[in-house]
């Protein structure tokens, strides 16, 4: 028997043309983007589907776009009446879950998310802070070689436990320098530096969630009709509260992504559903257990026929 969970994408998953299909084949799905346009007064919809791409890629810019990529695409899965037994969103793409789980009204994600874009961008100065994803080596020595810089004088912390091998740290641009230098030493094969504006995911980021905090303030939070995995904890959260909360600690605090997912699948979740742009999350659910579980993503209408094919399977 199948469990579902479904996963949503973050910032990194943008891309010229995203959403278009399920706009062009779903009415559900294009009254999502007409929705965003208007509570965000400007076309949105014309950036995702024209770019340009260097407009598309900033924080304020890609974070409304992804979600309102995965809240229209979530409307062409609706049609199946595939119930999940848990969402999980990746960093921003927790919003997305929380709508999915009725936590949160659409309008009011789109619009908080805009605004959390834009906090983070105003949160360092441009250059004084970065990210890189860290090949290889253990998490254990990972967490060590940050704490030991940041006890140097350079804050650097663990970003997001994406997978086996893959995490991606976040600090100024020395203090991410030197970790990646240091764990070579102790065997990591590489480090990637991420081309983003900030070190998102980090103590840095703290002016960010103080103005995220009073933006979060006035918005209702319902409590989740779905469990919601949230990536400051990595186990399941149905309470309004707590998971608005947990969206504040997120901005300075690690994605437990790998976590979630093994969380997850120890539930009994045997089927991994990704909704919205790009495949990112298919890829590192395989790289967390390949042989256990399947991995669909949904882009488009012709993505919907690879799940009704396997929940036709006996």
Request: contains cysteine; negative net charge; glycine residues 8%.
């Amino acid at each position: 028997m199948r469990k579902f969970a479904f996963l949503f994408p973050g910032q990194g998953s943008q891309v010229i043309g995203m959403g278009l299909d399920a706009k062009q084949t779903n009415e559900s799905s294009k009254n999502v983007v007409d929705v965003a346009d208007r509570v965000l007064q400007f076309p949105l919809s014309k950036l995702m589907e024209e770019g340009p791409e260097e407009e598309l890629k900033q924080t304020s810019n890609a974070q409304p776009a992804l979600v309102t990529t995965s809240i229209a695409t979530l409307q062409l899965v609706k049609g199946l009446n595939v119930t999940p037994s848990f969402v999980a969103g990746h960093s921003l793409g927790e919003y997305s879950a929380l709508v999915a789980a009725g936590v949160l009204t659409f309008e009011d994600a789109v619009a908080v998310v805009r605004k959390r874009g834009q906090f983070m961008e105003a949160a360092v100065p441009n250059g004084t802070g970065t990210m890189a994803a860290v090949m290889g080596g253990t998490r254990e020595d990972l967490k060590a070689v940050c704490e030991a810089v940041t006890a140097e004088g350079e804050a650097v912390q663990m970003a997001n436990v994406n997978a086996p091998g893959q995490v991606v740290i976040s600090g100024t641009t020395a203090g991410v320098k030197t970790v990646g230098e240091r764990m070579k030493e102790k065997g990591a094969k590489r480090t990637i530096p991420l081309n983003v504006s900030g070190p998102f995911h980090s103590a840095l980021m703290e002016p960010a969630a103080n103005e995220l905090e009073q933006a979060l303030a006035s918005i209702p939070f319902r409590d989740a009709t779905v469990p919601v995995i949230t990536n400051v904890s990595a186990t399941s959260e149905q309470s309004g509260e707590r998971l608005k909360a947990g969206l504040v600690k997120q901005m300075t605090s690690p994605v437990l992504w790998e976590d979630s997912i093994r969380y997850m699948i120890g539930e009994g979740v045997n089927t991994f559903v990704e909704v919205g742009s790009g495949q990112v999350l298919s890829g590192l659910v395989r790289k967390i257990d390949r042989k256990n579980v399947d991995v669909v993503s949904i882009h488009t209408k012709d993505d919907v026929d690879k799940l009704n094919a396997l929940l036709q399977e006996v």
